[in-house]
């Protein structure tokens, strides 16, 4: 395998100390992801270095696009634009320099330190935010929970959460819990048995967060056949 050259790769990164998370998310949420990433820049590093040793098999490179998508999606359910853009970039960055048979290490080791600064940025942010006192709670009906899920009926709202990583699931059920009954499937064949099980049971979802990337069956192999067990029962449109 080549080795990289590293004036050539793209350290280009946003400064660390200005990717404060949005005021209104919850401090937990930002704990959980803190505990996430932190493994996860574990084995970025871990997996980076064996790729540069020649070790480039499927598998080798198949962990190492799924720590970037988890992080790019952690980052977007938890609204951090800055890191959803850098994990993007990352992964066309990894794509390109495989395709010429290239190991993008510096690049991945360079960016492991910088969200290890982001990190600690977060930690900061939330242990000084911990010592204030709470904000005041919104009346704006948009963010009472309670109104918002039930349904015209009444009856609370079903939600399918389709995530294979655990600390996306976590979030996801966190956030969504308040809105509905939030039920849980670890991966695409999962998914595609409870909506069986709900469409058989004339209960439907209202609700599917459904995640692209996942073993096994990808997410929109999920939606393909989700959308065709739905022309198959007359489902149409918004029905």
Known sequence: ??????????????????????????????????????????????????????TRDDDTLGKIKRILHTIKGDAGVVGFPAITDVFHKAEDVLESYIDRGACPTEYLLALKDWLQQVVLNLEMVESSSSNQKKAPVSTDPQHDAGEMKKRNDGSLLKVLIVEDDFTGRLMLQKMMSAYGDCHIAVDGMEAVRAFR????????????????MMPEMNGQEVLKEIRRMEDEAGIKGLD
């Open 1 to 54: 395998m080549k080795h990289t050259d590293k004036e050539s790769m793209p350290y280009s990164f946003p400064d660390p100390r200005k990717t404060n998370p949005p005021r209104d998310v919850k401090r937990e949420y930002i704990r959980d992801f803190v505990l996430s990433w932190r493994d996860l820049l574990d084995s970025l590093e871990t997996t980076s270095l064996q790729m540069e040793s020649g």
């Open 197 to 212: 099980l709900a469409l058989d049971s004339g209960q439907l979802y209202d609700l599917i967060l459904l995640d692209v």
